[in-house]
């Protein structure tokens, strides 16, 4: 189903495919996807209706896509599905997938078992959740969900300042308090029930994105349902691929996903630290003529002196180094940002080499 522009056949570029999710994602190209958000059949294994203490029937998971005949095909199936998201996505992709205690923990040993590293595990815990009815459990009031790398020593994006952003300059917490999806978010039929009995909220998937992938990513969702994933990457200026099963409830997101409105451009952008930035050697300082072989640099208060050489090293009681190592050679230390360590001299004062990195920045980006 077109929901907007792609790349060509072989890679359906903000299209929702309707089909099983594994037979689907072999036709991507491999190394392929950013970021793959994952919301699996539970295996609730409801055996008899939920009712109320009015005898009112609770709307819950019931459906036939929800159901397997033992954890063996409910494990054989993960697998499956699994193993086709590691195919797709590129080595410095990322992936997540939500659950609840029904199927989080064995999806999570599948994940461990396929090379995914876990990074985290994030804990949506809902501020309004359904009751417990029958009142021999404690009320389910929260959600799973694993974030994995690719492995042990993969790069992956995490929008650390971002998340910082958006907590008041505090660092994100891997408990998120936020809403079930309801009121006007909520898909309905003409008849009042559910058009998706998960549907999960933009909030959810908004927080998700944001996190970890960029604009312009490709987000690979191989049970989008109602489409939550689609209309969240939509809006934060990501691409993505979509795969449902259910003719109803890929019509349903396909309707969903064009009525969603893009963010423009300068909305898009987010929060980024120093270790956003490009990185800069000291060396490309003196390439580039903004401190000269033999300058001199001295700490914040003067008590040493450096030499800088035509290859970027610096000179200071006795040894040679980088700006990191001298700093922490002249201090008897273990380590130094050189950085804000080694200060030069302009119009009078000291000031941190760090602004001039600032400055060389500026001029390799032209």
Known sequence: MDVGDDTGAAFPLNKILVGDCVEEIARLPQASVDLVFADPPYNLQLNSELLRPDNSRVDGVDDDWDKFASFGDYDGFTHAWLSACRGALKPEGSLWVIGSYHNIFRVGAIMQDLGFWVLNDVIWRKTNPMPNFRGRRFTNAHETMIWASMGPKARYTFNYDAMKALNEDLQMRSDWLLPICSGGERLKEASGRKT???????????????????????????????????????????????????????????????????????????????????????????????????????????????????????????????????????????????????????????????????????????
Request: with cysteine.
């Open 196 to 366: 998706h009995p998960t549907q999960k909220p933009e909030a959810l998937l908004h927080r998700v994105l944001l996190a970890s992938s960029n604009v312009g990513d490709v987000v690979l969702d191989p049970f989008l349902g109602s489409g939550t994933t689609a209309v969240a990457a939509k809006r934060l200026g990501r691409n993505f691929i979509g795969i449902e099963r259910e003719q109803a409830y890929a019509e349903a997101a396909t309707a969903r996903v064009r009525s969603a409105q893009p963010l423009d451009a300068d909305t898009l952008a987010v929060a980024k630290g120093k270790r956003g930035e490009q990185r800069v050697p000291f060396g490309a300082l003196v390439e580039l003529g903004l401190i000269s072989p033999g300058a001199a640099l001295y700490d914040p208060a003067a008590r040493h002196e450096a030499r800088v050489r035509a290859d970027g090293s610096i000179f200071c009681a006795g040894a040679t180094g980088s700006i990191h190592k001298i700093g922490a050679h002249v201090q008897g230390t273990a380590a130094c940002n050189g950085w804000t360590f080694w200060h030069y001299e302009a119009e009078g004062d000291l000031k941190p080499i760090d602004a001039l990195r600032d400055e060389a920045r500026r001029q390799l980006a032209n």
